[in-house]
């Protein structure tokens, strides 16, 4: 069983950054595809980012192609998302997940393990 713990959501104007972070506690960490998905009010989950096991490979949507960097950091149990240039339409709450093998990082069902989901607001 893998718990995993985001933090670093809030509150910031369009334009601003905002950095998310997502600690893992429990089985090995770095055994484990990690993924942003992200749930604004009244839409379903959506993908926003992925990286393998090792971070040698990342995935991203098109939507925040460009302004939003996922990384992490195996010795810290931990994934991170940067995000750069917010606009108001990622307004939602985002979720990092853990995948133990799929290989199909675009897809919820894909993943195993989920977060509790953090809040970002993005304002005009």
């Known amino acids: 069983q893998v718990q995993l713990v985001e933090s670093g959501g809030g509150l910031v104007q369009a334009g601003g950054s905002l950095r998310l972070s997502c600690v893992a506690v429990g089985r090995t960490f770095s055994g484990y595809a990690m993924g942003w998905f992200r749930q604004a009010p009244g839409k379903e989950r959506e993908f926003v980012a992925a990286?393998?096991?090792?971070?040698?490979?990342?995935y991203y949507a098109d939507s925040v192609k460009g302004r939003f960097t996922i990384s992490r950091d195996n010795a810290k149990n931990s994934v991170y998302l940067q995000m750069n240039s917010l606009k108001p339409e990622d307004t939602a709450v985002y979720y990092c997940?853990?995948?133990?093998?799929?290989?199909?990082?675009?897809?919820?069902?894909?993943?195993?393990?989920w977060g509790q989901g953090t809040q970002v607001t993005v304002s005009s």
């Open positions: 990286i393998s096991r090792r971070g040698i490979s990342t």
């Open positions: 997940a853990g995948d133990r093998g799929s290989g199909n990082y675009y897809y919820i069902s894909s993943y195993d393990y």
